[in-house]
Structures are given as structure tokens and as C-alpha cells.
């Protein structure tokens, strides 16, 4: 049996993993759903350097890929931990991103190559 407690303007807390709140204090281009799905369990930080937009995206992409498939996660994993390989100009233009604009991982991958 698993127990929950909610409190008012709080998110709700089960088994460890907390639900997102609806509005986030910060602009992403994750959709609402991406960013309120659950967190899956235990996942580990890719360990790549970080991409700061010098090197070939394509190649770190598939190094990330690789470490995320390993792992047996969801497209929403995929999504949150993309944000914490990048640096620098890269991570400006994750930043910049419209909102809400991407539904799927692979829509994101597809405009970090082009």
C-alpha cells in the first residue's frame, strides 16, 4: 500500500518521486506533458564532456544516446538529462528554444544536428 500526502500548492510526493508542478519558474521547449510526466527511478548522469557547440553534434549525440539506451529509460528521460551535457553556446540556444516546442526526443535531436 502506498501512501500519499498532499498538501495545498505543494507537489504530490510517492515512492520518491515527485510530481512536476504545473507551471515551471523558467521557460523550456518541453511540452506540458513531457514535463509533468514522473521521473523514471535511478538514472545515471551521462558521463561525456560537456558539448559547448565546438565539436560535431552528430557525434555527441550518439554518445549520448548510447549511455541513455543502456540505461532502459523513456523518451522523457531522454529529454530531462539533454539539458545537463550541454555548455556554453549550446546551452544558450537549448535555452532560447520556443516552449513547448517539442513532443518527442527525437524532434529535439533532429534540430541540435541541423
Not at 44 to 59: F, Q, R
Not at 82 to 101: D, E, M
Request: hydrophobic share 35%; proline share 6%; glycine share 6%.
Amino acid at each position: 500500500m502506498v501512501q500519499v500526502e498532499h498538501h495545498p500548492k505543494t507537489p504530490l510526493k510517492v515512492s520518491g518521486t515527485a510530481a512536476r508542478p504545473a507551471a515551471l519558474p523558467f521557460s523550456t521547449p518541453f511540452t506540458a506533458e513531457i514535463i509533468n510526466n514522473l521521473r523514471y527511478g535511478k538514472v545515471k548522469i551521462p558521463t561525456l564532456d560537456l558539448y559547448n557547440g565546438t565539436t560535431d553534434p552528430e557525434e555527441h549525440l550518439g554518445v549520448y544516446k548510447a549511455q541513455m539506451y543502456v540505461q532502459d529509460v523513456d523518451d522523457t528521460t531522454y529529454y530531462r538529462y539533454f539539458l545537463a551535457i550541454l555548455k556554453g553556446v549550446s546551452q544558450s540556444w537549448f535555452n532560447n528554444l520556443t516552449s513547448g516546442t517539442f513532443t518527442c526526443f527525437q524532434e529535439l535531436a533532429d534540430k541540435f544536428v541541423s
